[in-house]
C-alpha cells in the first residue's frame, strides 16, 4: 500500500500498522507520531492500521528559544 510518511510517498504491505511506518523511518526517541492528523499513543502503534493514502507524521520535538 502507498503511503506518505514525513511527506514522501512509501511502500508498505498490506496490512501494515504505524509500527510499521515506525520501523520504516526509524526515528529516534523521542517523537509522536499522527495519521491523518490524529495523535497515536504509543501503546496503539502496534494496533492502529494504516489505510492506503494515509498521511503519517513523524515528529521529533523541537528545544531551544
Known sequence: ?????????????DGATV???VAHLAPQPPFA?????????SARYA????QSGDQIEIIAP???G
Not at 500500500?1 to 504491505?13: D, E, R, W
Not at 507520531?33 to 495523535?39: G, I, R
Open 33 to 41: 507520531v499522527a495519521v491523518n492528523l490524529q495523535f497515536v499513543p
Open 19 to 21: 509500527a510499521d511506518a
Open 47 to 50: 494496533s492502529h492500521a494504516l
Open 1 to 13: 500500500m502507498n503511503v506518505f510518511i514525513n511527506q514522501n510517498a512509501v511502500q508498505l504491505p
Open 62 to 64: 523541537v528545544t531551544g
